[in-house]
T-cell receptor, first 109, second 112 residues
Framework: GDSVTQMEGPVTLSEEAFLTINCTYT??????LFWYVQYPGEGLQLLLK?????DKGSNKGFEATYRKETTSFHLEKGSVQVSDSAVYFC????????FGQGTELSVKP | NAGVTQTPKFQVLKTGQSMTLQCAQD?????MSWYRQDPGMGLRLIHY???????DQGEVPNGYNVSRSTTEDFPLRLLSAAPSQTSVYFC???????????FGQGTRLTVV
């Protein structure tokens, strides 16, 4: 069946550091891909998405590119801030929406 | 616009009790789903629905029932609660199956 695998956390970075969170998927067909973010005590909210191969999703300085050849959708940000501390989930949506296990990011001043 | 509303926010049950977690959305979304979130496990899909009258099982459906009699509501029923069902439950809805999902605030359930 379809699945999503993320790099394990927690990830701890200093402010202004470069961020990469790896995500790979397995799916039949060509699903839409998403990154969601969860702040403490809250539900998930959409960060960015891509609906077809080579699409780049971007929002709030975060980017991810849909790579069909490597079945990947890695999340990147050039300079993280303390306010980016949260749990990040990669997700694949074909016939149903499924999530990776989440990666906790902690950014220190 | 309320979005996705879940009730209750917190609940403690005794083993063997039954209860219903409520989920309602006011965005006229066709697709709705229930997840449970456990430490280190991410979000796991319990049940989902692509429209009123249509439901299907996700990754972890055992011990849970759902129904979708209206577009707006998608309740999740625990028939006989077990400690293994202690978790945080999230309901989500989206306009279609491959569009942005909107999440409720979650229900923290403890089964003792």
């Amino acid at each position: 069946g379809d699945s999503v695998t993320q790099m394990e956390g927690p990830v701890t970075l200093s402010e202004e550091a470069f961020l990469t969170i790896n995500c790979t998927y397995t799916a039949t067909g060509y699903p839409s891909l998403f990154w969601y973010v969860q702040y403490p005590g809250e539900g998930l909210q959409l960060l960015l998405k891509a609906t077809k191969a080579d699409d780049k999703g971007s929002n709030k300085g975060f980017e991810a590119t849909y790579r069909k050849e490597t079945t990947s959708f890695h999340l990147e940000k050039g300079s993280v801030q303390v306010s980016d501390s949260a749990v990040y989930f990669c997700a694949s949506q074909g016939g149903k929406l499924i999530f990776g296990q989440g990666t906790e990011l902690s950014v220190k001043p | 616009n309320a979005g996705v509303t879940q009730t209750p926010k917190f609940q403690v049950l005794k083993t063997g009790q039954s209860m219903t977690l409520q989920c309602a959305q006011d965005m006229n979304h066709e697709y709705m789903s229930w997840y449970r979130q456990d430490p280190g496990m991410g979000l796991r899909l319990i049940h989902y629905s692509v429209g009123a009258g249509i439901t299907d099982q996700g990754e972890v459906p055992n011990g849970y029932n759902v129904s979708r009699s209206t577009t707006e509501d998608f309740p999740l029923r625990l028939l006989s609660a077990a400690p293994s069902q202690t978790s945080v439950y999230f309901c989500a809805s989206s306009r279609q199956v491959n569009t942005e999902a909107f999440f409720g605030q979650g229900t923290r359930l403890t089964v003792v």
